[in-house]
């Protein structure tokens, strides 16, 4: 929540005291009839003023997190596509549940080299794990329904992928079924350079496609560099960020902010021979803007120049 938020759920708290010692004086008194009215008024006025004040300034994780979308398929929740994840929150949402025993369901989809969708269901009773994979509607595949039941998942957070893992799995070699894997290794790409531009008027940059870096120190000067190097370990944790943040996919952006000096933001991202481009403002506050912020960010932190 937001510091006018935070102040205006204050104000609501004061309001609801002054309510409370407007009671009790009025009870002191012998008022019954004026206090059931003015009761009556305060609890609608107090029911008003809370909605106005806690609800429309909610926190970045109040934003909704919209369903991939396949034909075939109903009721997806995390979609894996080549070079793309969708629903990433929903697969460790039901990752933290399951480690604390808490039934759930997910279904995910990867796609097939030549556009299958193969469906994964999982199905955890607070006890066990129930892993369902549909080849069916694989039209170069098996055609099977497997199902196998394990007793826990676990996650591997590697430097190039990020694994989640059925373990203590029956009838499955070494006893293990791999669930979702989702690969960011930088290097296995030909060309991968970002450019960024940020400030009120985007007028500092961080650019390692021409390798230079502008920050304005003041009104009247700026501090450039021209042999910057950005380290490869920063750039790796920035693919893997974007790959996090499903950068290949559409985003619906907020490119206008009314509050006064609001940073603004432009991220280029070449990879191999395309390029994407995303424009924002850190008013925004849906997912994918959050995420993109974060990724920015991250980027201005790791830059020497500041």
Not at 86 to 107: P, V
Not at 197 to 224: A, D, F, H, P, S
Request: net charge negative.
């Amino acid at each position: 929540m937001d510091v006018n938020a935070h102040d205006s759920c204050v104000s609501t708290f004061a309001y609801l005291l002054r309510f409370i010692i407007n009671i009790y004086q009025l009870r002191k008194i012998g008022c019954e009839e004026k206090m059931k009215k003015i009761m009556y008024i305060n609890l609608l006025l107090l029911l008003f003023i809370t909605l106005v004040a806690c609800s429309e300034n909610g926190s970045p994780t109040d934003s909704k997190v919209t369903q991939p979308t396949v034909k075939g398929v109903e009721d997806v929740d995390v979609l894996n596509t080549h070079g793309g994840i969708e629903g990433l929150e929903k697969m460790q949402d039901f990752f933290e549940k399951l480690q604390k025993g808490i039934a759930s369901d997910l279904r995910i989809v990867h796609y097939t080299i030549e556009g299958d969708p193969m469906v994964t269901d999982l199905t955890f009773n607070g006890d066990s794990l129930e892993v369902k994979h549909d080849f069916t509607r694989d039209a170069y595949g098996s055609g099977e329904v497997i199902i196998n039941n394990c007793l826990k998942m676990i996650e591997e957070d590697n430097p190039t992928n990020l694994s989640y893992i059925a373990i203590d799995c029956s009838g499955v070699p070494e006893g293990k079924d791999k669930i979702l894997q989702i690969n960011y290794n930088m290097s296995e790409q030909d060309l991968f350079e970002l450019e960024l531009k940020y400030g009120v008027e985007l007028e500092n940059e961080i650019n390692t496609l021409t390798k230079t870096t502008k920050k304005e120190i003041t009104t009247t000067e700026t501090e450039e560099m021209s042999d910057f190097e950005m380290p490869e370990s920063v750039k790796q944790e920035v693919y893997k960020k974007l790959m996090f943040a499903n950068y290949l996919a559409e985003k619906e952006l907020n490119g206008k902010c009314e509050k006064e000096n609001a940073m603004n933001y432009q991220l280029k991202v070449h990879i191999n021979g395309g390029k994407r481009e995303f424009h924002w403002t850190a008013c925004d506050l849906s997912m994918d803007g959050v995420k993109l912020t974060e990724i920015a960010e991250y980027m201005i932190d790791q830059t020497e120049i500041k």
